[in-house]
Structures are given as structure tokens and as C-alpha cells.
């Protein structure tokens, strides 16, 4: 599993949100502590198309995680601290063998991916 996002829940615990691949049925899922979903095929490119902006490759992160998803295809979990923060900040990178690096805040892909994960279940 790979833990895109991290935060504290009403109750005040840590819960955590990953992404599974699971190659046999080719399909990505989403998991939190409430379950898994699979996600509909390019669910991930397209919240990263909807919600994120280029990659600079010259920004100081700290590379937290990578699951290569084939075909190309990367997502990074990264952490940022930008000059005029005093947290740093948890991006999802990714990246494809046809088009540039997309990054948006953990957050907001997490978020997303779970609302389509849960929709596509019904």
C-alpha cells in the first residue's frame, strides 16, 4: 500500500488514506480506514488533470513514497517547504510517458479519489 494523505478524524485519531495496485486485476484502488474502492481507469490521471498544475522539477522536496503503476506511469507522494511556509506541505506527483509531471496537494487528490471510488460503487 502506499499512503498518499494522513489526518486526524473527528474522533482525534490519525487515519490514513493509500492507494493499492493490484496488478493481477490491473486495476488502482483507494483505501482509508473505512475500506478499499477500485477506481474507474485513469480516475487518478484525471484528478491530477482537474486539480493539478506542473511539476517543477527544480523545487527541494523530499521524495516520501513511489509506486510505479506501469506503462510509464508514476505517482510520488512528496513533501514540500516553500519559503513562506512554516509546515511543509504532502503532494501527489504524477507522472506518464505521454504528457508533463502533475502535482497537486495530497489533500485534495485523496479527497477526490475517494468520492469517485465511492461513487463507482454506488
Known amino acids: 500500500m502506499f499512503k498518499i494523505h494522513e489526518f486526524s478524524s473527528v ?4 487515519s490514513s488514506v493509500w492507494l493499492e495496485l493490484d496488478r493481477e ?4 484502488a483507494v483505501a482509508s480506514d473505512e475500506g478499499s474502492w477500485p477506481l474507474p481507469h485513469g480516475a487518478l490521471r484525471a484528478v491530477l488533470a482537474r486539480f493539478g498544475a506542473p511539476f517543477d522539477s ?3 522536496i523530499s521524495e516520501i ?6 506503462n510509464g506511469e508514476v505517482v510520488r507522494h512528496v513533501r514540500h517547504l516553500a519559503g513562506y511556509d512554516v509546515i511543509a506541505r504532502d503532494y501527489v506527483v504524477y507522472e ?7 502535482c ?12 469517485l471510488g465511492r461513487a463507482a460503487q454506488g
Not at 486485476?25 to 488502482?28: P, S
Not at 513514497?65 to 506501469?70: F, I, K, Q
Not at 497537486?104 to 468520492?115: N, W
Open 25 to 28: 486485476r490491473d486495476v488502482l
Open 96 to 102: 506518464s510517458a505521454d504528457g508533463e509531471a502533475l
Open 58 to 60: 527544480s523545487a527541494r
Open 65 to 70: 513514497a513511489r509506486l510505479e503503476l506501469g
Open 104 to 115: 497537486a496537494l495530497a489533500a485534495t487528490v485523496s479527497a477526490a479519489l475517494l468520492y
Open 11 to 14: 474522533s482525534g485519531e490519525l
